[in-house]
C-alpha cells in the first residue's frame, strides 16, 4: 500500500464509530458510574455479564467478545511462543523504547497527560505490561481467559477520551484530527510491534523471520479488537516500516508534557533498581533504543553508562549463543526471562489487576523456544523515509 501524506491526513479524520456511539449513550444517560462499577467483575472471558449493566454496554460486549474470524490461530502460537522465549527483551523494549516514542510525538504526549497523572506512570506502564502478558497467555482467547475482556475496555477507555475532549473543546481537531484517531492507533500499534522488533535487533536478539512476523501478526489482532480499521493497517512488515517511518517525521518533536513524563518514567525504573549505582543504566538504555536526537527531545540524561549500554549487544548475543546450541541453557534463561517480567510487572501493579475504568472526568491541568532455527535471523526491512 502507498502512504501518501494525504492518505495519512484521512486517517487523522475518524476514531472508532461502535466504541465512540456506546461511551456517547453511557454518558448522556448518566451510567458511566454504574458501568464501572459492574464492570469490575467482569475481567475473564465467558463469564456472565452482570445484572443492572446498562443496556447499551451489554450490547457492545456481545459485539466484541470473540476475536476477528480472519485470525489464524497457528500465527498466533507462533506469536505466543516468541514471547515466552523473548519475554524479558520485549519488557526491556517495551518500557526504554515504546513509551518514549509515543512521549516522542507532542500530541501524543499530551493526551497522555490528560488520562494519568504525570505522578503515577507506573499505572500506565503496569496497563501495558498486564495487556500483553494476557495477549501472550495460552488460553488469551478461551473462556478464563482475561485478555478480551480487557481489550473490551482499553478501547471504551480510548472512546471516553475522545468524548471528554470533543465535549471540553479542548482539543484542536482543525489542526490535529480527531482524538485517538486511526493514523495514531495505528502509530501506536507499531510503537508496541515494529518498534520492539527493531528494539530487539538493536539490542543483538537472535530471531527468525517468522517469529519476528508472528509476533507483528498477533499486534495486527490486537489493532482489529481496539476498533483499528483494518483496511488501513499495514500488513507486511515492510508495509508496517514505510508508515511507522512517515508517521514518525510527520509528527515526532520535542514537548514540555515528553520530557515531563519521560523523567517520570526514568524516575520510576530507577526505583526498581536496586540501589543508585545502576540507577543511570535506565537513561542510557532509553538513548540507546531510541536515539540521540529523540532522547534529546525528552531531555534523557547522558550518563557514564551510555558507552558501556552499547555493548550490551556483544554480551545479549553469548547468552542467545547459549540459548540456540543448548536446550538446558535455553530453558533457564526462558525461565530467568519470565520470573525478570513477573518482577517488574508485580512492581509496577504492586499486585493489582488494572480495570482500565471510564474516566468520568479528565485531569485539571490538561492544557519456551518455537523450534524454528534461528541461525537465519531476521533483518529489519530499510529505513524509508531519509
Given amino acids: ?25 453511557l454518558f448522556e444517560r448518566g451510567e458511566v458510574g454504574t458501568f464501572n462499577t459492574l464492570m469490575r467483575y467482569v475481567s475473564t472471558a465467558g463469564a456472565p455479564l452482570p445484572d443492572g449493566l446498562p443496556e447499551v454496554a451489554r450490547e457492545y460486549l456481545e459485539a466484541t467478545r470473540v476475536p476477528p474470524s480472519w485470525v489464524d490461530w497457528a500465527e498466533m502460537e507462533k506469536a505466543r511462543l516468541f514471547f515466552v522465549d523473548n519475554n524479558v527483551h520485549i519488557s526491556t523494549a517495551l518500557s526504554f523504547a515504546s513509551m518514549p516514542a509515543c512521549y516522542v510525538v507532542p500530541h501524543v504526549a499530551k493526551l497522555l497527560s490528560a488520562t494519568h497523572g504525570l505522578k503515577y506512570p507506573s499505572k500506565r506502564m503496569a496497563e501495558t505490561g498486564q495487556f500483553t502478558v494476557y495477549l501472550m497467555q ?9 485478555f478480551i475482556p480487557a481489550a473490551q475496555k482499553v478501547r ?4 471516553s477520551i475522545r468524548h471528554h475532549l470533543r465535549r471540553a473543546n479542548r482539543w484542536d481537531e482543525a489542526a490535529l484530527g ?9 502509530g501506536g500499534q507499531m510503537f508496541f510491534s515494529m518498534l520492539v522488533l527493531d528494539s530487539l535487533h538493536r539490542l543483538g536478539i537472535h530471531m527468525s523471520t517468522d517469529g519476528a512476523e508472528a509476533y507483528y501478526y498477533a499486534w495486527r489482532v490486537v489493532g482489529a479488537m481496539l476498533g483499528v480499521d483494518q483496511a488501513a493497517v499495514p500488513k ?4 508496517a516500516r514505510r508508515f511507522l517511518d512517515l508517521y514518525m517525521v510527520r509528527h515526532m518533536g520535542p ?9 517520570q518514567l526514568i524516575d520510576l525504573y530507577e526505583e526498581v533498581v536496586p540501589g543508585t549505582f545502576f540507577d543511570p543504566i535506565v537513561s542510557a538504555l532509553i538513548r540507546y533504543l531510541i536515539g540521540d536526537t529523540c532522547a534529546d527531545w ?17 554480551l545479549l548475543g553469548v547468552l542467545e549463543t547459549i540459548e540456540d546450541r543448548s536446550p538446558l541453557g535455553a530453558w533457564a534463561l526462558d525461565r530467568l526471562g519470565h520470573l525478570t517480567t513477573i518482577f517488574e510487572l508485580s512492581s509496577l501493579t504492586r499486585g493489582r489487576v488494572m480495570h482500565y475504568a471510564i474516566p468520568e472526568t479528565l485531569k485539571k491541568d490538561y492544557g519456551v ?4 532455527p534461528r541461525t537465519r535471523r531476521w533483518t529489519p526491512p530499510a529505513p524509508t523515509v531519509s
Fill in 156 to 159: 471504551l477507555l480510548h472512546a
Fill in 1 to 25: 500500500m502507498t502512504r501518501t501524506e494525504a492518505s495519512m491526513d484521512a486517517l487523522r479524520q475518524s476514531g472508532d464509530e461502535l466504541a465512540d456511539a456506546t461511551v456517547a449513550t
Fill in 138 to 146: 495460552p488460553d488469551a482467547f478461551e473462556a478464563g481467559s482475561r
Fill in 255 to 263: 514537548s514540555d508534557e515528553g520530557t515531563h513524563l519521560t523523567r
Fill in 298 to 314: 525528552l531531555a534523557v540524561p547522558r550518563t557514564r553508562w551510555d558507552t558501556v549500554v552499547k555493548a550490551a549487544p556483544h
Fill in 178 to 186: 480527531v482524538p485517538i484517531c486511526q493514523e495514531d492507533m495505528i
Fill in 369 to 372: 523456544s518455537s523450534g524454528v
Fill in 236 to 239: 507486511t512488515l515492510e508495509d
